[in-house]
């Protein structure tokens, strides 16, 4: 597999791409976006960078626990971080979309994926300025994402369209409530800021009264399916699984 990353034809993309066999990610055509997602990689680069591996390299626990069952297709990994949700979905026979803003991370995704290098297309894209394709994704999965409020409705909306009718949506976050207990671990976090479970509930409650239908199948707070990461707070999580019926 050629690990170069690909650039679209016009010189001031921001989406760059290893190989495409999946759906299209158009690009942005703002300047600002494209300086607020070069601050955003660097950040997550020099994150990365950090140590060798920043993460287990496992699927997240509630994505095997909800998708294990479901018939592969088209999915989209929204922030695919070092690939371990993407590689386990590829394995499994779905053709993946693994998106995320570090080019740290798509390397190294794309150097354990060998063995599945014609079932992932890893993409460097900000998907809040980026939107993903509408109606392309059989699966949506969004493992601990953090969608800032400030991005706008569009970018909840942009991921949201993405599924394809019969396809699924799965957003996966840490508990709020134990956010809340833990004064550290909102110094320089205010859940005010981002979309939560809720908010997308509400967001296919309107859609299902319009064109689109959806069946909201779990929305509920769990105990985590594996241990807190070493010096966190997060014993449980948020799940949201909703099907779009229409």
């Not at 290098?117 to 980026?130: F, M, N």
Request: charged residues 25%; proline residues 8%.
């Amino acid at each position: 597999m050629d690990n170069d990353i690909a650039q679209y034809d016009t010189p001031q993309s921001n989406t760059d791409r290893y190989d495409t066999p999946q759906p299209d990610i158009p690009q942005s055509d703002s300047p600002q976006s494209d300086t607020a997602q070069s601050d955003t990689a660097q950040e997550w680069d020099e994150r990365y960078r950090s140590r060798d591996q920043l993460f287990s390299g496992n699927p997240n626990g509630v994505l095997v626990d909800e998708a294990a069952d479901l018939p592969p297709g088209q999915a989209l990994d929204v922030g695919c971080g070092e690939g371990g949700d993407a590689l386990w979905l590829a394995r499994r026979g779905w053709q993946v979309t693994a998106v995320d803003v570090s080019e740290v991370a798509l390397r190294r995704a794309a150097m354990a994926g060998t063995d599945v290098a014609g079932r992932v297309s890893w993409t460097r894209a900000d998907l809040a300025v980026t939107p993903p394709p509408a109606d392309a994704f059989d699966l949506v999965t969004l493992q601990y994402f953090p969608l800032l409020r400030s991005a706008g409705l569009p970018a909840l909306r942009g991921l949201v369209d993405a599924v394809a009718p019969g396809g699924t949506l799965l957003f996966v976050t840490h508990a709020l409530a134990d956010l809340a207990q833990h004064t550290e671990a909102t110094a320089e976090f205010d859940p005010a800021d981002y979309y939560w479970a809720d908010d997308i509930a509400a967001l296919l409650d309107a859609d299902t009264k319009g064109d689109r239908t959806w069946k909201i199948e779990v929305n509920e707070t769990r105990p985590r399916t594996a241990p807190a990461p070493p010096g966190t707070h997060h014993h449980r999580d948020t799940v949201l699984r909703a099907r779009r019926t229409a």
